[in-house]
């Protein structure tokens, strides 16, 4: 529904608009139009109508905040975290899963469309998780100084507001296993003691204090825990400390195997530093997925749900449709837990991953499982790819696993230059995907499937599983 009345004029700040919320953006919020503009509001569903007060506007579109619900779309649901709105984190909690499912499987099947102008042979539906809480095996809390209304100020962890490096005190999140939160409580009991001074919160504008973050980690079959401190320093003071809360947490919480310092003195948004040593315990914790036995240091890459990594990489095999006779290539095999789960259906199992402890773990875990057939190279992907492609060995499938940025185009030319039958792409951007995918099939690859899947529930991120398949120069014309 458009504006109620009719408008002659630009939109103005703080001007309200009747209107009716029509579409969901990759980020999460609500359109509607009013006098030719898009206007984009937060924590609103397709559905809705609703008093919407402009507060941005741009030149062909605005920002707006719901003044007042009118009709609420069959689609809402009321949000049953405290932290809803503050965090920003769960951009869908307002809305059922069913929903939100629609939702992202449109945000897949519209990237492919718009920014690869890609249709695919077949879209699958989309996986949809089982368990809309509790399923994250990871958590970062950043720790800082919080100033409440009243004007006390106390140390806090929890989580930062949208777009800004703003703390949200949160102790316990409902996409993290409760442990997590019990953990972090008994943390910050004791760093509020006064037993542990030298502990103080990490001052980002100034560079002052010391711990910046607690991380957990959890093995989603095995449950064991890591705890790593995440400190701007380092000392012996700070070490003894550490280890003292940790002796505490240990004693509270059996699963804890391993207590880790990691050191990041620069001023930067990365969180782990390139110093890490064991306080306690053991440097790794251990796990399986897809019945591989896995271990975990604080740098390993490792999917955060578990549970839904093991769906979608079964996917991925299944499309992949491996052959006992060929050679698969693993780029960005982080941990080498994708290859590894087809290693018993192929030849040979080559994985590349530029950061070495990933690969020193993918290595271990292979060699845990007993799995001969694999070997792995610490290294950029796309420089591996292209020594390989002139060295011309010849892979039948490729499986690529990128970061959100997507494949650089080194890594797509080697891709091509090797000329797998398969490649299956796995991918948490799919605008990146979408993209790459253009780039290989404007290059002798069809796209034969694309399936959306669901692996951070209430938030806006969605991943999705691509399967293309080379074709001759017949096909092609």
Do not use: W
Not at 13 to 27: C, G, H, P, R
Not at 115 to 135: Q, V
Not at 248 to 275: A, C, E, Q, W, Y
């Amino acid at each position: 529904m458009a504006n109620t009345e009719s408008v002659e004029y630009m939109l103005t700040k703080n001007q309200i608009i009747t209107a009716e919320i029509t579409d969901i953006t990759s980020e999460g919020s609500g359109v509607c139009r009013a006098d030719g503009f898009a206007v984009f509001v937060p924590d609103t569903a397709v559905g809705d109508v609703a008093e919407v007060r402009i507060v941005k506007v741009l030149k062909s579109y605005a920002y707006g905040i719901i003044e007042k619900l009118i009709t609420p779309s069959s689609d809402r649901v009321t949000p049953e975290c405290p932290h809803y709105k503050k965090c920003g984190g769960c951009v869908f909690m307002h809305i059922s899963y069913e929903a939100e499912c629609r939702i992202k499987s449109q945000i897949v099947s519209d990237a492919f469309t718009r920014i690869g102008h890609l249709a695919p042979a077949e879209t699958l539906p989309i996986f949809g998780a089982e368990e809309t809480e509790g399923y994250r095996n990871k958590a970062q809390y950043p720790y800082a100084d919080y100033k409440y209304q009243d004007g006390k100020v106390f140390p806090e962890f929890g989580f930062y507001a949208p777009r800004s490096h703003r703390l949200v005190p949160v102790t316990y999140c409902d996409l993290q296993p409760f442990v997590f939160g019990d953990i972090l409580r008994l943390c910050r009991e004791e760093l509020g003691s006064g037993e542990l001074p030298c502990i103080t919160p990490y001052n980002e504008e100034n560079g002052s204090g010391v711990l910046r973050h607690i991380y957990i980690r959890q093995g989603f079959h095995s449950k064991e825990i890591m705890v790593c401190f995440i400190t701007a320093k380092d000392s012996s003071q700070i070490r003894t400390a550490l280890t003292t809360l940790g002796n505490t947490v240990i004693r509270n919480f059996p699963d804890v195997r391993s207590v880790m310092l990691n050191v990041n003195p620069l001023k930067t948004n990365v969180i782990l530093g390139d110093k890490t040593v064991c306080l306690l315990g053991n440097p790794v914790i251990a796990d399986t997925l897809c019945g591989v036995p896995v271990t975990l240091s604080p740098q390993s890459f490792y999917q955060v749900n578990t549970a839904q990594a093991e769906r979608l990489f079964a996917e991925a095999k299944r499309l992949a449709a491996p052959k006992k006779d060929e050679l698969l290539l693993d780029l960005y095999c982080g941990a080498g837990a994708i290859g590894l789960s087809m290693a018993d259906s192929v030849d040979r199992v080559i994985g590349v991953e530029v950061v070495p402890q990933a690969i020193e773990d993918a290595k271990a875990n292979a060699e845990r499982a007993g799995i001969k057939n694999a070997e792995f190279y610490a290294g950029d992907a796309g420089e591996i790819a292209a020594r390989f492609a002139a060295e011309g060995k010849a892979p039948d499938i490729i499986v690529l696993d990128p970061p959100r940025k997507g494949c650089d185009e080194l890594t797509l030319k080697a891709c091509v230059d090797m000329s797998p039958s398969r490649i299956v792409m796995i991918s948490c951007n799919p605008s990146t995907a979408a993209r790459d995918a253009a780039y290989l099939c404007g290059r002798g690859f069809a796209l034969d499937v694309l399936r959306p899947a669901d692996f951070f529930p209430r938030t806006r991120h969605v991943e999705c599983v691509v399967l293309m398949s080379k074709f001759s120069k017949d096909e092609r014309n």
